[in-house]
């Protein structure tokens, strides 16, 4: 037993002097870190890199990291910027905070581990600085829809990933919930840049334009204040005959254009209330409004009940703008023509030597209502056997007369017309109106022998009589009855005579009977002036019905030649008509 513990205790005391050990085994110091160095581009997101010195050992599982101390040079909390798995020496590649505040006193460490280490900072004061983006000028149309210009001022360096978006405020200059016009994806803004204000802005003197960028994150300076207008539609003006159908002008004042192309402008009429719940269109055009003016119009007052509420407004598509509307007005009922036959309706007249003759048919023409100054009136004449449809203007005076007064009376001379019907209807320019139909028929047949007896001397005008009438009464028609004698058998001189005899009709059928008037008896020189003398106590007798007229002629009739002049030219006979006019 005593031997055991011996045994013990030595061996207790050999362990004892292994465990103590020499010199040659001391444990082996810290590893530490040297002063980093800094290169990169301080500013919110910029990239940096950190360098580092490292001695001594770090344990497998060691990562450095990059620390940027606040503004002033604190490091109470850091903030990591960037990281680095290792044991050695190396580069940490940092990124800045997007977050972080433009100041001039940061500095950067790095921080170890596995064992926890720091090393100092980086031994000088960093400015970090934000890029800037600035609207120094605002230029151009500034109004709805308007295509302005800005000029930017940018400092910094923005990343490839960045954008940058252009804002405008409220009319009270706030960016609370700002109208984004456009963005631009790249690093650089131009100098001067172009973008167009919202169409549906409202007018207000107090708003503003700023940039903001995405990478990094920078909201821009704003520009100044600037007004927008809004396009402006004044009371529009309107003249002319303010009737159904009437022609009108219009002239629509305008401000604080210029318009967007395309445009269009449209004039719009109310109901007789004066209410544009259902608009009417007067008319609408492409057009192009500048700044400010008056841009005139022309249109037609359509089919619309006769009132005195109406008014009219202007309403333009780009932008969307609502004009001002007029005072009420009337608008008066759709004027109407009506065609009659004159008195005579119409005349049979031989012309020179032989049987030629020209028929002159008398029209009356009334209006109700009223008719623009300027309109024109056009005479349509249809030709019931070829169908060939003629038509002719009103000469001014005619329609001047009719316009002022409310009818005029249309003269239409046609040769050798024959048995033909025609129809007469009246149209008019500036109104959809259009006159009822006048038809006038005429047909040949034998008149028994006419004669007179001029300066003394009997003429007989031989064998071969025409009388012209209607035949074919309808509810358009409005007749007369022609007499027409062919050449006389004997000749006065060096006269020949012609002699027809008129009868204007007051209703379809021709009246019976003996019919009073007067014979006319037109003597013609060379140079064509003409001295027109009158008998009485001429009559003819018409008996029968419209398609078996029989007329007798009273006579010879005696009328003295009576020389004379027509201006300055004496007359020498040189042809002979004589006419018989009912009174």
């Not at 020496?89 to 905070?97: D, F, H, R």
């Not at 967007?260 to 608009?279: C, E, H, M, R, Y």
């Not at 316009?403 to 046609?414: H, K, Y």
């Not at 009073?516 to 020189?525: D, Q």
Request: contains cysteine.
């Amino acid at each position: 037993m005593k031997y055991f513990f011996s045994m013990l205790l030595l061996g207790m005391s050999f362990t004892l002097f292994v465990s103590c050990g020499g010199s040659d085994d001391a444990p082996e110091p810290a590893p530490t870190l040297g002063v980093p160095s800094i290169t990169g581009l301080f500013q919110p997101e910029g990239e940096v890199d950190v360098t580092f010195t490292a001695t001594g050992t770090f344990q497998t599982g060691n990562v450095f990291t990059a620390q940027l101390s606040d503004g002033s040079g604190s490091f109470a909390s850091p903030t990591p910027i960037g990281t680095l798995n290792g044991t050695t020496a190396g580069t940490i590649e940092a990124s800045l905070p997007a977050s972080v505040a433009n100041g001039s006193g940061y500095r950067i460490r790095v921080a170890a581990s596995a064992p926890a280490t720091l090393s100092p900072d980086n031994g000088s004061n960093l400015s970090i600085a934000a890029p800037t983006i600035a609207i120094t000028n605002v230029t151009g149309a500034l109004n709805r829809g308007g295509t302005i210009t800005l000029s930017n001022t940018l400092t910094g360096t923005f990343a490839g990933c960045n954008s940058f978006t252009l804002q405008l405020s409220n009319a009270a200059g706030e960016f609370i919930s700002p109208v984004s016009l456009g963005t631009n994806n790249g690093t650089t803004l131009n100098a001067t840049q172009q973008a167009v204000l919202p169409i549906t802005a409202t007018a207000g003197a107090g708003y503003k334009l700023r940039w903001v960028s995405s990478c990094p994150v920078v909201t821009g300076t704003p520009s100044a204040a600037f007004e927008i207008k809004v396009q402006t539609l004044g009371v529009p003006t309107i003249t002319g005959n303010l009737v159904v159908g009437g022609g009108v002008a219009l002239q629509l004042p305008y401000s604080n254009g210029p318009w967007v192309s395309p445009n269009t402008t449209t004039i719009q009429l109310s109901d007789a209330t004066g209410s544009f719940a259902n608009p009417v269109v007067l008319t609408s055009l492409p057009t192009t409004l500048g700044t400010t003016g008056v841009q005139p119009f022309n249109g037609t007052i359509p089919t619309v009940p006769a009132g005195a509420g109406y008014r009219i407004r202007a309403v333009t598509t780009n932008p969307q703008t609502t004009g001002e509307s007029s005072a009420s007005f009337a608008i008066g009922p759709l004027p109407t023509l009506t065609l009659a036959p004159g008195t005579p309706t119409f005349t049979k007249l031989y012309s020179g030597f032989g049987p030629l003759f020209a028929t002159v048919y008398t029209l009356r023409v009334s209006r109700t209502g009223t008719i623009n100054a300027g309109t024109t009136f056009r005479l349509q004449r249809v030709n019931t056997t070829t169908g060939v449809i003629t038509e002719v203007l009103l000469a001014s005076s005619q329609a001047n007369e009719l316009i002022s007064t409310g009818s005029t009376t249309v003269f239409v001379t046609l040769l050798n017309t024959g048995t033909t019907a025609f129809r007469f209807r009246m149209l008019v320019t500036g109104h959809a109106i259009v006159s009822n139909e006048l038809q006038m028929n005429a047909t040949q047949t034998e008149l028994s022998t006419l004669g007179a007896t001029i300066d003394a001397q009997a003429i007989s005008f031989g064998n071969t009589k025409t009388v012209f009438f209607s035949n074919s009464p309808t509810t358009i028609n409005n007749q007369e009855m022609l007499l027409l004698a062919d050449a006389p058998t004997s000749v006065f001189g060096a006269a020949t005579v012609r002699m027809f005899i008129g009868l204007p009709l007051v209703n379809e059928n021709v009246p019976t009977g003996t019919v009073t008037g007067r014979l006319i008896v037109h003597y013609l020189n060379g140079a064509g002036g003409i001295l027109a003398i009158y008998s009485s106590n001429a009559s003819v007798t018409i008996a029968g019905t419209p398609t078996a007229y029989a007329v007798t002629a009273s006579g010879p009739f005696t009328i003295p030649f009576v020389s004379g002049t027509v201006g300055n030219v004496n007359i020498s006979v040189q042809s002979v008509s004589a006419a018989f006019r009912v009174q």
